[in-house]
């Protein structure tokens, strides 16, 4: 059995209101023209019956003498038959039968007399209560008739009727005039409507527009300009009620992000400060201790174990500190150098780097035959390539393959596989994040891919993957997984190497993907190739 099939709903409410205007007026236009075709079929009917009652059973009486009324002597037996109205309709029925019937179709009655009538037509006309009220027949010779039976002198019945035909045309031709007056009275009212109603919701059409350019708005982070305010109209009114409460709104709104950037930016600066205040202290305490461990004298062996302990967690510090004054800065938009960098001598670097650091894994390289140059800063490049290195080798089980790849790709090749990596089911497209969160759609966001093309750059394990609920926030900082390291691991960051990755790549002008499923994990990056020759 098909599913039925359900008319199209309008969605808009200028749609729903002049659907509403339209159904209704139609409504009313259908019980008008309703009451009018009944009251006009009633009013003809009824004066049709008046009519038949003036015919009385003159006629009928006289088909028993072929046209002619008994002999009063009066001289107007004829004359009461030739008054008769054209389509006049007389019967006699004795004991059911009809024995005489007649019909006027012109002037002279005794020539138009004769009629033909079926079987079911004698059959009706027997069936008419002989009670002096009209009554409806339909004969098939003559059609709808309204006839009054009586009963006559000679035991017989007598039926004389008058044809509805000018009453059925009357009603007819009503209806037909009715349909196109209405009709186009429905089409002009829903034209004028719709304008109508467009016209009155042109107010909340620009509540609508700027609720639009709102929610375009990047509202994560920086600062943020809302657009000006919706045309606010009589207050009385509900669309003026509406545009009053938006505008409330955005003005709210508008104090809150307000608030939130300064906080935003008293954070980035405290964290900047503290981080470059930090520098020094960590510096001295990592100092002293190494100091104190090259002392020649004696030593007990938990004085040793607790300076070397104090060593290496100020180095661990300082790094950490290093890596959240870097974060501040970019957060605050501060440049970094500019020059060109050669991608492939860094991946060669880095990979040593790697292998001397992690000789349990396989590292390979696919490098092209020419060097992949971009505009950069060697060192923070130097940095992404490391800390995607290290978190291959921290995060896999001995063994594990990490292989690094670099190629080139055309603008329009490689927008349209970055676009695939981030919409992917485990794809995570990540930019720089604030001290507070993450930033998702806020900071310089430069086109990856100019005209000169994209430098692809992917590190790729067959590891046991990220975990799944750690993809979403796997740039964030101080994202970790420690309980999912590989047996034997020591230590592990403060989870900032990621975020940082994000970061510096976004300050690159290109961003960085995640697709990642057991067995198979690839962190891409996707650095424009630029003018490079004046650095």
Known sequence: ???????????????????????????????????????????????????????????????????????????????????????????????????????????????DLAVHLTAADRAR????????????????????????????????VLIAGLPLEPVQATVHRLELVA????????VVTGVAGALWVRWSLRPLSRVADTATRVSELPLASGVVALPARAPETDPRGEVGQVAGAFNRMLGHVEDALTKRHASEERLRSFAADAS???????????GHAELALL???????????????????????GEMVDDLLLLARLDAGRPLERGPV???????????????????????????????TVPGDTHRLHQVLANLLANARLHTPAGTKVTVTLETEAAGASEAAGEAGATSGTGTASGPRTASGPRTASGPRTATGTGAGTARLSVHDDGPGVPEELRP??????????????????????????????????????????????????????????DVSSG
């Open 125 to 156: 006309l027997a069936g008419v209560p002989a009670d002096g009220r009209p009554h409806t027949v339909d004969l098939s010779a003559l059609g709808d008739y309204r006839v009054v039976a009586s009963a006559g002198r000679d035991r017989d």
């Open 473 to 530: 926030g796997v740039f964030e900082r101080f994202t970790r997984a420690e309980h999912r390291r590989r047996p034997g691991a020591s230590g592990g960051g403060a989870g900032l190497g990621l975020s940082i990755v994000a970061a510096v790549v976004e300050a690159h002008g290109g961003r960085v993907v995640l697709d990642s499923r057991p067995g198979a994990t690839t962190f891409t990056v996707l650095l424009p190739l630029g």
């Open 295 to 317: 002392h020649p004298g004696p030593v007990p062996a938990e004085v040793t174990r607790a300076l070397e302990r104090i060593a290496a967690e100020s180095s661990r510090m």
């Open 342 to 372: 050669d991608l492939t001598r860094l991946v060669l670097d880095a990979v040593t780097d790697a292998r001397a650091a992690g000789p349990d894994h396989r590292w390979t390289l696919d490098l092209p035959e020419e060097p992949v």
């Open 1 to 111: 059995m098909r599913p039925v099939r359900r008319l199209p709903r309008p969605r808009t409410l200028r749609a729903r209101l002049t659907f509403g205007l339209v159904v209704l007026l139609a409504v009313s236009c259908a019980a008008v023209g309703l009451a009018a075709v009944v009251g006009l079929n009633g009013f003809l009917t009824q004066r049709l019956d008046e009519q038949l009652a003036q015919v009385g059973t003159r006629f009928p009486e006289s088909l028993e003498h072929n046209g002619a009324l008994p002999d009063d002597h009066d001289g107007d037996e004829q004359g009461d038959t030739r008054r008769l109205a054209t389509g006049t309709f007389g019967a006699r029925l004795l004991d059911g039968r009809v024995t005489h019937k007649g019909l006027i179709r012109s002037g002279d009655p005794s020539a």
């Open 276 to 286: 470059h205040e930090l520098r020094t202290p960590v510096a001295s305490v990592r």
């Open 179 to 186: 349909g196109i007056v209405f009709g186009l009275a429905l």
